[in-house]
């Protein structure tokens, strides 16, 4: 674990808390003002034949068109992100799962075969299952902490490898420097869901990848009010993510674009506050007797810790501790009465929140086995000391439910 200063290594491309204060707000989008118009818009208008034809021929370079193609709001939020993420560009999508869904239909077609970590968020997996499969594309799911032992898995139409590291319920950390190489050399892509990390503590594309995705419903949005997706892609991919998001129709309102963009430019302190609380939390909860295991990555219980050590610049606020003993049903007792850890899904927002959740259901390539229940907890703004004593007491109604 660590306890000393999170800021390890800087693998995000010298993007920093400045780059989030100045991204994307060039004086096109924001006329002058520190930040950009919402500009609500349906119909464009032309003033002539001639600029109707220019605009035809090229809708996609940043001058208005139509409101689905985006305004000057828009612009700002992606072209912010791509300075982030890095790349060729951004596209935005009305939520985190639209922006995977979007990523993966973008790259593969009826007959191709594609690996997803099982480690992966759980509708991600649905959506493999479910329209993948009915579309013709094959699914095989891999072991999160495999690394260049994925080789094994590709098959002569392998196309995509996608990837969400540290996984958002159980936290393995991939390699993904290593799963990038052994799909280039099969000539496959690789997406990343970057969630957790935010562009500020891990950089995929500058890792391999060539597509990072993230829910920005959680921290970039940063309030728990806003659905929205975004993913940033390279030179190789830039044109079919764009392409394939212009035909599905994919479109963010402008007011939840400025929302984002508002959650953007304090992200950086944000981020440090729920890292310091997470920290703390979790080096609580590693003493506790009623805890078996801490799965967060800044500790060696981690699977992947060293990974995590090696390629990310810190840790967020999500982790999850697995209880010594009890099943599902018992957890009530511990969530119940919590004053402060509300329970819901999602995260990333300035408050903190507890879910029972069992990855058993949605793993297939390595099956779940634990001593007891899962707990993932979001770990908000509040109080430290505040926080603690809510998880005392609801940890001491557990274990006087399961009588140990
Ligand atoms: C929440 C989440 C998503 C989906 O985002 P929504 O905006 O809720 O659709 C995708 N990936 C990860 C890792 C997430 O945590």
Redesign the pocket.
């Known amino acids: 674990m660590t306890d000393e200063s999170p800021a390890k290594n800087s693998a995000t491309n010298g993007v920093n808390e400045t780059t989030l204060v100045t991204a994307g707000r060039k004086k096109e989008w924001t006329h002058g003002i520190v930040n950009p118009p919402v500009y609500r818009a349906s119909t464009c208008l032309f003033e002539t034949y001639q600029e109707l034809q220019v605009r035809i021929a090229d809708p996609t370079n940043g001058k208005l068109f139509y409101g689905r193609k985006g305004t000057p709001t828009h612009w700002s939020l992606s072209d912010a992100v791509t300075e982030l993420e890095g790349g060729e560009g951004t596209v935005l999508y009305p ?6 869904t979007g990523a993966i239909l973008s790259l593969v077609s009826t007959g191709d075969h594609v690996l997803v970590s099982d480690s992966a ?1 759980d ?2 997996r649905a959506f493999a299952n479910g329209f993948l499969t009915k579309m013709g594309v094959h699914v095989t799911y891999f072991d999160p902490l495999i690394g260049a032992g994925i080789d094994s898995l590709f098959e002569d139409n392998t196309k995509l490898v996608l990837t ?1 590291t540290p996984g ?1 319920l159980t936290f393995e950390i991939s390699d993904l420097p290593a799963l990038c190489k052994v799909a280039k050399k099969h000539g496959a892509y690789v997406i990343a ?1 970057n ?2 990390a935010t562009p500020l503590l891990f950089n995929p594309l500058e890792h391999g990848a060539d597509i990072s ?1 993230h ?4 921290y970039l949005g940063g309030h728990s009010d806003v ?3 975004t993913a940033t892609a390279n030179k190789r991919t830039f044109k079919k993510l764009q392409r394939t998001a212009f035909q599905l129709g994919h479109t963010v309102s402008a007011d939840d674009a400025s929302l984002v963009l508002r959650g953007l430019r304090t992200l950086g302190i944000r981020l440090k506050q729920h890292e310091e609380n997470a920290l703390i939390l979790a080096a609580w909860l590693s003493e506790r007797p009623e805890v078996d295991t801490v799965l967060h990555p800044a500790f060696e219980t981690c699977p992947g810790h060293e990974i995590w050590e090696r390629d990310f610049a810190g840790s967020s606020g999500l982790f999850s501790i697995v209880l010594k003993g009890g099943d599902y049903a018992d957890t009530a007792a511990l969530v119940d009465d919590m004053k402060l850890f509300k329970m819901g ?3 990333g927002g300035f408050e903190s929140l507890i879910l029972p959740s069992n990855p058993a259901s949605a793993r297939t390539a390595v099956p779940w086995q634990s001593v007891g229940p899962v707990i993932r907890l979001h770990i908000g703004l509040e109080n430290t000391d505040d926080l603690i004593a809510d998880l005392q007491a609801g940890l001491e109604r557990y274990s006087a439910k399961i009588g140990s």
């Open positions: 939520s985190g799962l639209a922006a995977v968020y509708p991600t969400e958002s869901d969630t957790w995705v829910a920005a419903t959680k659905m929205l997706g899904f999602s995260w």
